[in-house]
Every structure is written in C-alpha cells, then in structure tokens.
C-alpha cells in the first residue's frame, strides 16, 4: 500500500541554523505534497505544499525541494527561530484517491 | 469565516462502548477526512466524505464507520472500543477533497479505559 517515511524523527537545532526534514513516498503517481505544522496542543496547520509538476518552491524562510526520480521531498527551514519549534508532517496524495498519508512526524526543537 | 469545529472535546469511554464524534467543516467545503492521530503513528487516514458519499477509506477494521450528511457535516461512529482506540481524531475540511489544503479541526480527544 502507500506510505510515506519521514526522517527525522526529532531534530534540535540552534536558533538561527537550518532545519531539514525529508520524505519519502511510495506510489509514484503521488502529485501533492503538502507540510503541516502541528503546535503542541494545537491543530495541524499548513506551511507550505508543492505539485509534482515544480521543483522547489519557497516562502519566505521555508522552502520544499521535490524529487520525482527517487520519489522524496524535503522541507528546509532557515534562520531558525523558538517560534518554529512543533511537529512538522509531511504528506502525499495523488489526483483521484481523496487520500492523504502522512508521515509519522518531525519533532523540530529550536534552542534559543 | 469560522473555522473547523468538532464535538466533544473530550470523551472517555470504556472498554465494549460505542462512540459518534462530529466534524462541522468550513462553510462551502464539502469534503470531510477524517484522521486518527496517535503518539508515533502520526495521522492515520480513516476516511473521506463528499456529498454524503465515501469516496476512500483507510485500512481500519469496521468498527469504525462515518457519514455525511446534507449540510457537509460528518460524524463518526466507533462501536465496540478498544483500549487501542485511544487517539486524538482530527477531521479536516476542503472545497472538493483533490489536492488542496485541508483545514484541520481541534481535534476530539478519545481515552478508552
């Protein structure tokens, strides 16, 4: 069946250096790509999200890379800040299925 | 516009019971997913409505079941609980379900004792 891997699972980085989270998808046909943040407590929210049919794209600090050759994509946050400290999920859908899997989640801990 | 809203908050349940948790979308989204979401397991795909049709559903034994109705809200039913049921589920609203953002609820947080 599909699945979605996401590495790391926590990751601690000092305030001001970058954060990079990888996926890994199965179902070649996947075409959407979305990272939520999920704030303790709080309900997941998304950052950003790209298609199949772009590379890269970027919003302000966060960008995320995709790579359909070896079916993985990447979420890169730069000049880290406390604020960003939460659970980052990556997920992958394809067109049709009206099924999202997400991975099993990033515990991103900023240090100031 | 107000965002995802879910009833109860909070439930415990025991073990052998039945629960029905709602989901209100935002208004104009017609799709409703629903998740299970559980320390390490992150978010598990139970299903997804549309129009009051299920168009997919994840791979969970048939305790659990759900529906939609009319007005876009869903509800979903788990009978005969489990102490492994335990999970915060989390439903999520979009205008058509394809690949678009999904608004997430606050979740409604289940302990089976």
Redesign the interface.
């Known amino acids: 069946?599909e699945n979605v891997e996401?590495h790391p699972s926590t990751l601690s980085v000092q305030e001001g250096d970058s954060a990079v989270i990888k996926c890994t998808y199965s179902d070649s046909a996947s075409?959407?790509f979305?990272w939520?943040k999920q704030e303790l407590g709080?309900?997941?929210?998304?950052i950003i999200?790209i298609?199949s049919n772009v590379g890269e794209k970027k919003d302000q600090r966060i960008a995320v890379t995709l790579n359909k050759t070896a079916k993985h994509f990447s979420l890169h946050i730069t000049e880290t800040q406390p604020e960003d400290s939460a659970v980052y999920?990556c997920?992958a859908?394809t067109?049709g299925?009206?099924?999202?899997?997400?991975?099993?989640?990033t515990r991103l801990k900023v240090l100031a | 516009k107000a965002g995802v809203t879910q009833t109860p908050r909070y439930l415990i349940k025991t073990r052998g019971q039945q629960v029905t948790l709602s989901c209100s979308p935002i208004s104009g989204h017609r799709s409703v997913s629903w998740y299970q979401q559980t320390p390490g397991q992150g978010l598990q795909f139970l299903f997804e409505y549309f129009s009051e049709t299920q168009r997919n559903k994840g791979n969970f034994p048939g305790r659990f079941s759900g529906r939609q109705f009319s007005n876009s809200r869903s509800e979903m039913n788990v009978s005969t609980l489990e102490l492994g049921d335990s999970a915060l589920y989390l439903c999520a609203s979009s205008l058509t379900g394809r690949e678009e953002t999904q608004y997430f609820g606050p979740g409604t947080r289940l302990l089976v004792l």
Do not use: E, V
Request: proline share 8%.
């Open positions: 069946g996401q075409n959407y979305p939520y709080k309900r997941p929210q998304l999200d298609r999920f997920a859908t067109s299925t009206y099924k999202y899997i997400f991975g099993t989640g």
